[in-house]
């Protein structure tokens, strides 16, 4: 498992009215799925011949729960071994999960939806990424009404294949969107220590962890998170000063 280093830079965040780029995860920080990632690992682990109830599953699990926010293909390439296995898995996840999405058991975050028009109007570019395929994020999208919100949304084949914790997504979105003049107006939020770690390893000048997800305070803080949050809710009024 990918290990979460802390921020060698002991002053790292810029003034969060400079802010101009805003990249937030999707699952776990402005989307609630309860749950839905474990019950779609559920039928993957099946598809792959390992049972609910047993040690593999209990342990495999355990790896899918500590990498949330890590590319999806990514934590199955680790769990099974060889590619095509990995996709087999990663095909199967992504099917369940969309089925999950489709049947309504998905719902924003109390206050995402708000949070992402606040800093629109204050003259933010806000970016939606995701671990998951296209597919899925279309899937989530679609479900929350979602299309038009933001000029841009990423998954990981989009920025070239590769997931958090790398930073490719957010760096995708710094140049595609023209937003921010340089890495230090990005601000990066995520649940996970995987989506910290990214903004970490991107320079953004702000990085910040939310609790309504999948990693808590010492996970987020332990790889880098300059603020953690209630919520993503609490976003704008932080990068307007007032937090």
């Not at 779609?40 to 209990?58: M, Q």
């Amino acid at each position: 498992m990918t290990t979460a280093n802390p921020n060698p830079n002991p002053n790292p965040t810029a003034s969060p009215t400079g802010i101009r780029l805003v990249v937030l995860d999707m699952a776990g920080t402005t989307v609630a799925d309860g749950g839905l990632v474990e019950r779609a690992f559920d039928t993957a682990a099946r598809e792959l011949g390992v049972e609910p109830g047993t040690p593999d599953h209990t342990e495999k699990l355990a790896y899918v729960r500590a990498t949330m926010g890590e590319s999806k293909i990514s934590v199955f390439r680790h769990l099974f071994g060889d590619e095509a296995r990995a996709r087999r898995a990663n095909s199967a996840f992504e099917q369940a999960y969309g089925a999950l999405v489709d049947d309504g058991l998905v719902a924003p975050v109390p206050g995402a939806r708000e949070a992402v028009e606040e800093l629109t109007a204050d003259g933010r570019t806000v970016v939606l990424t995701t671990g998951f395929a296209r597919v899925t994020q279309d899937a989530l999208l679609d479900a929350l009404g979602w299309r038009d919100l933001v000029p841009l949304t990423l998954c990981p084949a989009d920025a070239g294949g590769r997931g958090r914790p790398f930073p490719d997504m957010v760096l995708t979105a710094f140049l595609r969107t023209g937003a921010a003049d340089g890495v230090r107006q990005v601000a990066v939020v995520g649940d996970t220590s995987y989506d910290v770690l990214s903004g970490i390893r991107t320079g953004a000048g702000l990085v910040a962890g939310v609790r309504t997800g999948a990693h808590g305070d010492d996970a987020l803080r332990e790889a880098g998170a300059h603020h953690v949050l209630d919520s993503v809710a609490a976003l704008p009024a932080l990068l307007r000063g007032a937090g």
